[in-house]
């Protein structure tokens, strides 16, 4: 069988160096926002070129306190793709603000930059873009919008560890790059884990007393906050894989070119631009038969995803709250994805014996 992801195995190559981690910091007894958390945020920073990084619980709350750092005005506008993991609607609407929902190229899976402007209005204040299934956003566009209407932008990171634009990494774009180290993440975790990054000092002070009560010394509470730190375990576990980034990401490509160069074109795939480094946290195609697609592959031994399978709009939780007219891209992505195996744990053997089966479709 191949599976479509096995945790155990994709970090096994990092076992001993997490036991060492586990048994300093077990050891230490000091479990909350110490060296470690310290020592991966000014990691996860460096990495970026950027000058702050607030480890929080996880990737929801990396956008949510994003927005609650903006402090916009409730019922403020915040633009957001329509093809995108729910959180990224929930955050802005945990903040009392209003989503309003931009329809995405159906090409690349990402929001469209031609369709922003028309749907901003006066009561717009932020863009929030999404790095789907690890490619950038066209990030051109998107910045001369921002600069046009003095608007704020949130990088929803979550799926783009290490992807670049034009030889820029994802989340250095706007205010914040908000980022999810859910464990099946290119960057993972061994649990929930999220962070912020921002060049902008005064944010990154906001950030920091947010996650923690409000809080800057122990016991003064200046703003109302959250409970929503990094923990210390998983700050030692990212540290580790932090350092084995890049190398993840090149072996997902290497996969990646495997099923671009072998799958017959009955298949819809992704596409491949100049100047823009996909890191493919997930690897979709789209086809007709989606269903039947999936059962003759599982009917092969091989487990598929799908990203994802009900749009936002039409979600239960967004009955009264989003219209479910108007978003006919979405649907058609959402009928038709489906989501391929490409784990740092799976070989190239694995991929060629994917596409073998899927090329007898």
């Not at 210390?232 to 540290?239: I, P």
């Amino acid at each position: 069988m191949i599976e479509y992801e096995n945790l155990g195995e994709l970090n096994k190559p990092f076992f001993e160096e997490y036991k060492i981690s586990f048994e300093k910091t077990l050891n230490s007894g000091w479990y909350i926002l110490g060296e470690n958390v310290k020592r991966f945020e000014e990691e996860f920073s460096a990495y970026h070129q950027l000058k702050y990084c607030i480890g929080v619980a996880s990737g929801l709350d990396a956008l949510v306190l994003s927005l609650k750092a903006l402090n916009y005005e409730k019922d403020s506008e915040v633009i957001v793709p329509s093809n995108t993991y729910i959180a990224t609607i929930l955050s802005i609407l945990h903040c009392g603000l209003k989503p309003v929902l931009v329809e995405p190229e159906l090409e690349t899976y990402n929001i469209d930059p031609k369709k922003i402007e028309e749907k901003i209005s006066a009561k717009t204040k932020a863009i929030m873009i999404v790095h789907l299934y690890g490619k950038p956003c066209d990030m051109r566009p998107i910045l001369a919008l921002k600069e046009k209407y003095h608007l704020a932008l949130v990088e929803d990171c979550a799926q783009s560890h290490g992807a670049k634009y034009f030889g820029r990494l994802t989340g250095t774009f706007g205010e914040f790059g908000a980022f999810s180290f859910y464990p099946t993440k290119n960057l993972g975790a061994l649990g929930d884990a999220g962070a912020v990054l921002t060049d902008d000092t005064a944010l990154s002070k906001l950030i920091n007393r947010l996650r923690n009560y409000g809080s800057d010394v122990k016991y003064y509470n200046e703003i109302v906050g959250y409970n929503s730190r990094l923990h210390e375990m998983q700050a030692g576990f990212l540290s580790i894989k932090l350092k084995h980034l890049d190398e993840i990401n090149t072996h997902k490509r290497k996969l990646a070119k495997i099923y671009f160069d072998n799958l017959k074109e009955d298949f819809i795939k992704p596409v491949v631009e100049e100047n823009v480094f996909d890191v493919f946290h997930i690897f979709n195609i789209r086809h007709s038969k989606r269903g039947e697609l999936k059962n003759y592959l599982l009917k092969n031994e091989i487990k598929t995803e799908i990203h994802y399978p009900v749009p936002p709009h039409k979600q239960k939780a967004m009955a009264g709250i989003i219209s479910e007219k108007d978003f006919p891209i979405s649907e058609e992505i959402h009928a038709t994805t489906l989501s391929l195996p490409i784990s740092f744990y799976h070989t190239e053997d694995d991929i060629f014996k994917v596409v073998e089966v899927m090329n007898k479709f």
